[in-house]
């Protein structure tokens, strides 16, 4: 039932034409050291909407997804080219704080990691640390409104204190999601953030991710073709660090311009 | 069945059969195997096992008697003519009282026969030098009881407290048979039996001669043989002593009649018990014997009809404490004075020349003040370049260098970190000598790349998803490691710190190169003040020759040990506590 609810949405998505480009690449190359891992990306993704990036393992959707945020910084032999710009300011600017790039810019990961601290500490920490709120009852106005928008808070509102690692692995995942969109970003990256998850943990964080389009631009990477038909409007194929194909989701998935996609997608390799 | 395993596959897989012998056999030597290996396993824990429990057990039958003390109860007389001859009770006029006089007219009232100079300094020796100064603090706490009698434990001596611990000589009793008619002259005594009371004793005796005559001829058979001409006349007179002495021995034991004198310096002491008396049997013949009266019998006494014979094993010239001492201990502890109490001295109080005084407080101070300073340096210090290797620092050639030498600074000997800290501390920096503050700084050199290393594999441990999911919601690098890295390292931090300080309170070599070897009294108040450590004093109190520092110094390895035990305990502790799963 939760799976179909999105699919039934896809045909009334209006994001269809393109609007202003939230996220636009061009020319992105990210080297590991010798190897040439992303080569020459250019892509668009626009605002609302849920952008999937499907491919084969290694094919760099999840560097290029690092990219948006700058975590590849953390690697220190990771070198990146090209220009990447959110609202039409470039993110690689020397001049730009790479912090306030990550809180405007919120991720969540393949593998659930909470903070071995409480619920409410998980989510209450970044806007802590950004000063988001004056006094002890706007954080937990904070904490609460986005929990309640991760679909989480009917399920731990009564143990609010009790550890975010004692949850289970779905709800460790919506718990990460409200601590990311606790921050208030406009983009949301998703690292393959289902696949650590059981088929009715994976229902519900894809109805999640459906009703967050509304009011944030979501970047999604997947290796489930039927996910990135599910929940996103637009899709971008990746193939051996190249970006192959990127389009609306409804074109890709039945009518993919490139033989390589059709190969994908119809499960011929990958 | 095997002929079917054996039989050559028809396609391009080989079959094979695994219930074939052949197979079986391969089965059963690899459990053989296995069961042998378990045992070697079982065997090596049992083994380190006993060795573990042998040492133990031996220090702590060694140490045990360090901590209990003897001490004879006693009423004194506190006459304030002696203390506070002014009457104003003043601190300093009372600190100056003769509080020695006072013990000592009280302790020697137990034994008024005792009137020679030379026997009366003896039996004052059996007092400790300490016991003056108990009183005095008991004094100083309370000037009231000035004028009072005062029951006092007044704390033996080395000496004496060994006698009681059962270190200064084995002793047997067995009852005399037959009354004996006392003929007291002065302190001389003739005890005269009616039948043959002493036969057993004189036949005791020589059977002793007899084994004298056995050593004598034993040494003889050893000098070089006589040369032909005989040159030597040194050697030759030395073998016409001994055979004319293994002659005489040899008379002597067997004229069973013949009275025997007591050689002090060779045979048992025998002591006649009766009456509260103890007479020191100095000749003895079958019917009598002759004495020396060391304590006066409560009563004067012209006939024993009971009577015990005590013989004290170790002959007297071989052991400090003499009949006379033995006898006056055993006298009161007939007369119930005498009191086994817990030696919270030993606790107390600071080193000391005198055995029965001496405690480890200094060295605990000074233990705790090194420690104190190795911990405030090493801390921050390891902590934070463990940070800065593990999470900031570029990795290139330089930082490769400086882990390589991090963990080579760990394997140096640590008396070279000894020398260093003298060469850098004492003679450059111009620090204290026996401080502290010098050898936490040294041990801290020591701690650190234990603490580092530690630290850096705590860090590393932590998963990386933490980090990234603190900069995914826009923390600095900074905020990432402190907020949420190094607190779910500390568990591990912790560990190795405290392991480190363990480290560190059992070390010995490089503090004897900074002088906390010295013999200090004062317990130390300061990090800049003199002191000593425990594995030091340690070793400052084994390599003494009284007896009773035997005992402390077993007593204080305990101690040392307990302190290891509890600080590896509450590392366990810590790591079981916090470990956290991911």
């Known amino acids: ?270 | 069945m095997t002929d079917t395993s054996i039989a050559p596959p028809a396609t391009g897989t080989r079959t094979f059969d695994y219930g074939s012998d052949e197979a079986l056999a391969r089965v059963k030597r690899r459990y053989q195997a296995e069961g042998r290996f378990k045992l070697y396993g079982l065997l090596a824990v049992l083994f380190a096992g006993a060795f573990v429990f042998v040492l133990l057990a031996d220090i702590v039958r060694k140490g045990m008697p360090a901590f209990f003390e003897h001490r004879v109860v006693m009423t004194l007389d506190l006459d304030a003519s002696l203390i506070d001859p002014t009457g104003r009770r003043e601190v300093d006029a009372l600190r100056n009282g003769d509080y020695n006089k006072i013990v000592m007219d009280a302790w020697r009232a137990n034994f008024p026969e005792v009137t020679q100079r030379a026997e009366r300094r003896r039996l004052e020796a059996l007092v400790s030098s300490g016991a003056a100064d108990d009183l005095r603090g008991a004094i100083l706490r309370d000037p009231s009881l000035i004028g009072k009698k005062l029951r006092f434990p007044v704390l033996l001596s080395d000496d004496a407290d060994l006698h009681f611990k059962g270190l200064s000589t084995g002793m047997s009793a067995v009852a005399g048979n037959g009354a004996l008619d006392v003929q007291v002259n002065g302190r001389e005594v003739t005890l005269i039996g009616s039948g043959q009371p002493f036969a057993t004793i004189l036949a005791d005796v020589k059977a002793g001669l007899l084994r004298d005559a056995d050593r004598a001829n034993a040494e003889l058979a050893r000098l070089p043989a006589s040369q032909q001409g005989g040159q030597n006349v040194a050697l030759d007179a030395k073998r016409a002593e001994l055979t004319a002495r293994v002659a005489d021995l040899k008379r002597r034991a067997g004229d069973a009649g013949g009275a025997e004198m007591i050689d002090f310096a060779a045979m048992p002491s025998r002591i006649v018990r009766a009456e509260g008396a103890f007479i020191q049997l100095r000749e003895i013949g079958p019917a009598s014997a002759k004495g020396f009266l060391l304590v006066a019998p409560q009563r004067a006494i012209t006939r024993l009809d009971a009577w015990t014979v005590t013989t004290f094993a170790t002959p007297e010239s071989n052991r400090k404490a003499s009949d006379a001492d033995i006898a006056w201990l055993e006298s009161l502890n007939a007369r119930g004075v005498i009191e086994k109490a817990f030696a919270t001295r030993f606790f107390t109080s600071g080193d000391s020349r005198e055995p029965e005084l001496a405690g480890i407080r200094g060295a605990l101070i000074g233990s705790a003040l090194t420690l104190l300073v190795t911990l405030i340096v090493c801390l921050p210090l390891g902590v934070g370049a463990a940070v800065y290797l593990e999470e900031f620092a570029p990795k290139n050639r330089l930082t490769d260098i400086l882990e390589v030498n991090i963990n080579n600074l760990a394997a140096v000997p640590s008396i070279v970190f000894g020398l260093l800290g003298l060469a850098m501390f004492l003679n450059f920096f111009g620090l204290p000598r026996s401080a502290p503050l010098v050898g936490g700084l040294v041990l801290a050199l020591l701690v650190l790349p234990t603490i580092i290393i530690a630290s850096r594999a705590a860090l590393s441990a932590v998963p990386p998803s933490i980090k990234e999911a603190a900069l995914g919601v826009g923390a600095s690098h900074q905020q990432a490691i402190f907020h949420h890295v190094l607190p779910l390292a500390m568990p591990g931090i912790m560990t190795g710190t405290i392991i480190g300080m363990a480290h560190a309170l059992g070390e010995t070599a490089p503090l004897l190169m900074i002088g906390m070897v010295a013999f200090i009294v004062d317990i130390p108040q300061a990090v800049t003040d003199p002191g000593t450590v425990l594995p030091v004093q340690i070793y400052l109190w084994s390599d003494l020759p009284e007896i009773a520092f035997q005992a402390k110094t077993a007593g204080a390895i305990l101690v040392l040990l307990a302190f290891l035990f509890i600080m590896n305990g509450a590392a366990i502790l810590l790591r079981r506590r916090f470990e956290r799963r991911w």
């Open chain 1, 1 to 270: 039932m939760s799976l179909a609810s999105p699919m039934v949405q896809e045909p009334a998505s209006v994001s269809e034409p393109d609007v202003a480009a939230k996220v636009a690449a061009r020319s992105v190359n990210v080297y590991y050291g010798e190897k040439h891992a992303l080569k020459d990306v250019s892509v668009d993704i626009p605002a609302r909407a849920v952008t999937a990036f499907i491919g084969p393992s290694g094919c760099g959707k999840s560097t290029f997804l690092r990219c948006i945020n700058r975590m590849n910084d953390t690697i220190p032999i990771c070198r990146v080219t090209g220009d990447i710009t959110i609202d039409a300011k470039d993110i690689y600017d020397p001049r730009l704080d790479v912090v306030l790039l990550r809180a405007r810019v919120g991720m969540v990961f393949q593998k659930p990691n909470p903070f071995p601290k409480s619920i409410y500490e998980n989510v209450a920490y970044g806007p802590r640390l950004h000063g988001m709120a004056r006094n002890k009852t706007e954080l937990d106005e904070i904490v609460v409104g986005s929990l309640k928008r991760a679909s989480l808070f009917e399920e731990v509102k009564d143990r609010l204190n009790d550890q975010g690692t004692g949850l289970s692995g779905g709800q460790q995942q919506r718990l990460c999601i409200a601590r990311a969109i606790a921050v208030s970003p406009e983009v949301i990256l998703m690292d393959e953030p289902c696949s650590a998850l059981d088929p009715i943990a994976t229902a519900k964080i894809e109805e999640l991710i459906d009703e967050l389009r509304t009011n944030f631009t979501i970047v999604i990477v997947t290796h489930s073709m039927q996910q990135a038909a599910r929940v996103s409007q637009r899709t971008a194929f990746f193939h051996l660090g190249s970006l192959v194909e990127e389009g609306s989701t409804e074109q890709i998935f039945t009518n993919p311009k490139d033989k390589r996609t059709q190969d994908y997608i119809t499960g011929r390799f990958g």
